[in-house]
C-alpha cells in the first residue's frame, strides 16, 4: 500500500496523513520534515533564507523521488512539490499507489494556515503578495489544475474535520 495526499498547506496532509498511517499500520513520511532534515535545518522557511528556493525544490525533488520507489507508505507531499517537474513525474509513475487531492477552498485553508503557529514560523510566503487569503488564492489557481491532473481521487475536506477527513481518506484506500 502506498498512499500519497496531495493538496496545498492547510489541507491537513499531515494531520491525516499520520492518522491514515497508523490506521493502516505503515509509516507516514512527510516530504517537507524529511527534506529539512536532510538538509539539516529545521524549517523551509530558514532553507530558503541561507539557500534559496532553487536548493530547497532541488532537494524537495530528490526527496519525492526516493519516497515514490517506497512501498506500505502514507506521503504527505509538501504544497508545491507537483509543481516541479521530476517530483510530479514521481509521483504520476508510483506504482500502486492512491494519489488523494486533500481539496479545501481559499477560505478554509487561509484560515486553519492563521491558526496553525508552526506554520507561520516555519514556511515561507510564495509570492511578492506577502501571505493572507490573496496569496492562497493566487496559488491555488496556479497549482490546482496540477493537483487535479495528478489525483486518482479528489476529496473536498473544506467542511470536514480532522476525523471526517481521515474516516473518508480510509474508505478510499
Do not use: F
Amino acid at each position: 500500500m502506498k498512499l500519497i495526499l496531495i493538496g496545498y498547506r492547510g489541507c491537513g496532509k499531515t494531520s491525516v496523513g499520520k492518522r491514515v498511517a497508523t490506521a493502516k499500520n505503515v509509516q507516514y513520511q512527510d516530504v517537507d520534515d524529511v527534506t529539512c532534515a536532510r538538509i539539516g535545518c529545521d524549517s523551509i522557511a530558514q532553507i530558503w533564507d541561507e539557500h534559496g528556493e532553487s536548493y530547497w525544490r532541488e532537494n524537495e525533488v530528490a526527496v519525492t523521488k526516493e519516497l515514490c520507489q517506497q512501498d506500505n507508505l502514507v506521503i504527505g507531499l509538501g504544497g508545491g512539490s507537483l509543481m516541479q517537474d521530476g517530483a510530479r513525474q514521481a509521483v504520476a509513475a508510483a506504482t500502486d499507489a492512491i494519489r488523494i487531492y486533500l481539496k479545501a477552498d481559499p477560505a478554509t485553508l487561509y484560515q486553519r494556515i492563521t491558526s496553525d503557529i508552526r506554520s507561520s514560523e516555519t514556511r515561507p510566503s510564495l509570492t511578492a503578495i506577502g501571505g493572507g487569503l490573496d496569496e492562497v488564492i493566487h496559488m491555488l489557481e496556479q497549482r490546482e489544475p496540477t493537483y487535479k491532473a495528478v489525483a486518482d481521487v479528489i476529496l473536498d475536506v473544506s467542511e470536514m474535520n480532522l476525523e471526517q477527513t481521515t474516516d473518508a481518506v480510509l474508505k478510499v484506500c
